[in-house]
Structures are given as C-alpha cells and as structure tokens.
C-alpha cells in the first residue's frame, strides 16, 4: 500500500470514528505498529489530526470535545466489536417492506454485512455502503452530490434536495458526539445540513452510537436527542440520557 493511501484511510478512520487507537490502525490496515506511529507523527506535523497518548483524535477546537485520553487504547480495544454488535440489532429492526435511509458513517456501515438478503429498499449518501449492500444483491440507490475523500460521504445541495422528494419508513444515523445539552452533533458544517435534512424525512430515526461518543459535543447539532432513539452497546453507562430520549442496549453478537 502506498504511503498516500495510507494517509487517506488513517484520516478516514479517524474523521468518520472520532478517534482511534493504534492499535485499531495496526489490525484494520494490516502494518506495523511502528508504521502506524509514524504515520500518525507525519500526519499530525502537517496538521491533519491530533496525535495523542494511544493513537489520535480529529482535530477539534471546542474543549467539550475533550475525552480522558490516557485509556485510549484500552477504550477502543472493544470499539469494533461495539460497533458490530449495534449494527446487527439495528439491522435487525428493518423489515421487508420498509423504505430506508443509511447515513455515512463508520457504525452504519456495518450494517451492511447483516443486510444480505433483505427485501427492504435503501437510499445512501455513503459510497462504502451502497458497494457493499450493492454486491449482497440489494436494492439500493446512491444519493448525488459531491465525494467526500476523507469520509466517501456525499454532501451538497443536489444531495439535499433530492433527499427532500423521499419519505423513509426508517433512517439510521451516525453521529461524532451526543450529549443532553447539544443533541447529536457532527463537526462538518455540510454534514450536518444533509444529516438534518434527511432526519426530517424519516418516520423512525434512529442514532448507532457506541460508548466513546457520549458526553461529547461536536461542532454542529443535527438532531435533538427527542427526535431519535439511541442504540448503543452499554445503555448503562448512559443512564443520565433517559429523560431525553429513547434508548435501546444491544445484547447480541
């Protein structure tokens, strides 16, 4: 793989997740551990991400944002492993006659590996998804807009506007951050105008987050948190959040 390549998916990764660790780099990119470190180093020299104990973080100016850094890799050790097991249950709240949205995002497009077969129809604004739900044999259609490199999501005003002629029986949305006090926020300004546009035309929203996104707060709010359910991994660690909306904890995998 070449180093550029490289670059990109580390920035994807970190863009689309929040933060990672290096240990989760080493696994998902199948190099070495000292590779990854140096990556990291290049990449936050050119100021393209923070570099912390454990591995990196977006690059965020607001302090909310801030995370106890010093566990990090201890952290996200389990961090796919929860992002799988929201996205089976989330996957598993799709019938055959439902009409579905599926946001860009790390969580959301796990649910494609448990999608295989289902006779429901899809709307995406993720290239990864729509591939991956396109070879499975899935109707599925790909939204219009512009590319997104960092993250393969598409943005823009052809995205919104054509998100505007649907009406989905059930969307599912990832979010960089969730708190009681700012929603579900996101840190791109264009992100966050199509991830509310197409939560306004869904009947059932429902959030796939996993345990490191709570107490935090991105840039731009999406969604108040009455407007969704949550479905997380370790609804008990969360139990500050009921009064603001539903929440479900997943059991499975």
């Keep these: ?5 490289r670059h990109e998916k580390i920035m994807r990764l970190v863009n689309t997740s929040g933060a990672v ?23 936050d020299r050119e100021g393209r ?6 591995g990196a973080t977006t690059l965020r100016d607001d302090s909310s ?11 996200y050790s389990i961090h796919m492993s929860d992002k799988r097991r929201i996205a089976q249950y989330a996957a598993s709240l799709i019938k055959k006659d ?37 070879r499975s044999g899935s109707r599925i259609y790909i939204l219009p807009g512009r590319v997104k490199g960092d993250t393969e999501a598409i943005v823009g005003s052809e995205m919104r506007d054509m998100i505007g002629r ?6 599912f949305f990832g979010a960089n951050g969730i708190a009681p006090h700012s929603g579900c926020t996101t840190p791109d300004d264009e992100e966050a105008v199509c991830k509310r546009a197409a939560v306004g035309q869904c009947l059932d929203r429902f959030v796939l987050a996993d345990s490191s996104k709570f107490g935090l707060s991105s840039h731009i709010t999406f969604a108040d948190l009455s407007m969704v359910t949550l479905i997380t991994a370790k609804a008990e660690e969360h139990i500050d959040y009921r009064p603001y909306q539903q929440i479900t904890e997943v059991h499975i995998l």
Excluded: C
């Design 98 to 134: 439902d009409f579905v949205y599926l946001d860009a995002g790390s969580t959301t497009e796990q649910m494609a590996d448990f999608l295989a077969g289902s006779e429901a129809t899809f709307v995406t604004n993720s290239i990864p998804l729509a591939q991956k739900l396109g």
């Design 1 to 5: 793989m070449l180093t550029e390549e």
């Design 65 to 75: 944002y801030e995370a106890d850094m010093e566990n990090l890799q201890d952290k």
């Design 166 to 171: 649907y009406h989905f029986t059930k969307g």
């Design 49 to 54: 991400l923070r570099r912390v104990h454990g």
């Design 21 to 43: 660790s290096v240990q989760d780099l080493v696994s998902f990119l199948n190099i070495s551990e000292s590779t990854v470190r140096r990556d990291l180093l290049t990449l």
